[in-house]
C-alpha cells in the first residue's frame, strides 16, 4: 500500500519555526516529483512548494520565500519543510504530496494532513 504520513507541525509563536516531515511507505520518493501545499477553511488549497524528481528544479511560492525550505532524504525515504520566520497567515494544514507535475496541483498521493497554527 502506497502512503504518505505527515508528521511535525503544532502550535508556534511569530517568527518561530517549525519542521513538516513526509515518510513515504510502500514507494521510493526518489522517483517523484514531491510538494507541499496548505489550506485555511474556506479557500482552496494553494501550493507551497515542489522540488522535481531528481532535484533539478524547486519551485517556491512568493509568500514562502527565504523562509521555507523544501529537501528529500532519500536514506529515509522522507521529505521536509523547514519553516523560518513564521507569520499568522501560514496558519493553514500544510499537506504533503507526491507523484505530479513541479509546479502543479494534480498529485496522486497525498499524506492525511498536519495543523500548523502561528500564534502568540
Known amino acids: 500500500q502506497w502512503q504518505l504520513v505527515q508528521s511535525g507541525g503544532g502550535l508556534v509563536q511569530p517568527g518561530g519555526s517549525l519542521r513538516l516531515s513526509c515518510a513515504a511507505s510502500?514507494?521510493?520518493?526518489?522517483?517523484?516529483?514531491i510538494a507541499w501545499f496548505r489550506q485555511v477553511p474556506g479557500k482552496e488549497r494553494e501550493g507551497v512548494s515542489c522540488?522535481?524528481?531528481?532535484?533539478?528544479?524547486?519551485y517556491m511560492d512568493d509568500s514562502a520565500k527565504g523562509r521555507f525550505t523544501i529537501s528529500r532524504d532519500n536514506s529515509k525515504n522522507t521529505v521536509h519543510l523547514q519553516m523560518d520566520n513564521l507569520k499568522p497567515e501560514d496558519t493553514a494544514v500544510y499537506f504533503c504530496?507526491?507523484?505530479?507535475?513541479?509546479?502543479?496541483?494534480?498529485?496522486?498521493?497525498w499524506g492525511q494532513g498536519t495543523q500548523v497554527t502561528v500564534s502568540s
Open positions: 504530496a507526491a507523484e505530479g507535475l513541479c509546479p502543479g496541483v494534480d498529485y496522486i498521493y
Open positions: 522540488l522535481t524528481s531528481k532535484n533539478e528544479h524547486t
Open positions: 510502500g514507494f521510493t520518493l526518489e522517483h517523484f516529483a
